[in-house]
């Protein structure tokens, strides 16, 4: 099973409304990231959603070529999130690997990846299913920012990851 939760609060400081927010992925009874309650809000950090659901929908997009997808969480500079697909099977880890110079967020290989001691790894997924959520959860996100931003580059940037999703994986997802 695999869930995808986020929540988007409005900061004085963001360049733009749903810029910042909480973000929690479910891979079964694991958790990677956190939902706190709105009390909270403005005293914990925050996430950089379009940042998580850029890479996120490039991880989608990779997966469809590649067997094996590493994710750099971008407030960490030694945890990843490890993809590993067969056929429709997906086994996500959370991994611990030292930033080295010139890394992009999205690898496809790591040199002696390790289960990161404070997490979890080898948690199997149903691809269909995470592609499916990422897809629907990316569509209602960004018909938020559509919604109460006039056009920018973020905005346009997650409409093009839409597009490649639409053109390089056949779905037949509503938008």
């Known amino acids: 099973m695999f869930e995808i939760e986020y929540r988007i609060i409005c900061n004085e400081d963001d360049d733009y409304n749903g810029q910042s927010g909480y973000l929690k992925l479910s891979f079964n009874d694991k958790t990677y990231g956190d939902m706190y309650a709105e009390e909270l809000d403005g005293i914990i950090e925050q996430e950089h959603l379009s940042f998580w659901f850029h890479e996120l929908c490039l991880v989608v997009i990779y997966l469809e070529k590649h067997e094996y997808v590493v994710l750099n969480d971008v407030d960490s500079y030694n945890i990843w999130i490890e993809f590993k697909r067969k056929n429709d099977d997906l086994i996500v880890s959370i991994i611990n690997n030292e930033d080295k110079d010139g890394r992009k967020f ?70």
């Open 106 to 175: 999205i690898e496809f290989k790591i040199d002696n990846p390790k289960i990161h001691k404070a997490f979890w790894g080898n948690e199997h997924i149903s691809y269909t299913e995470f592609k499916e959520k990422i897809i629907l959860a990316s569509r209602e996100y960004i018909n938020y920012l559509n919604l109460y931003n006039s056009s920018n580059e973020v905005i346009k940037k997650l409409e093009h990851d839409m597009d490649l999703i639409d053109s390089k994986i056949l779905t037949k997802f509503p938008k």
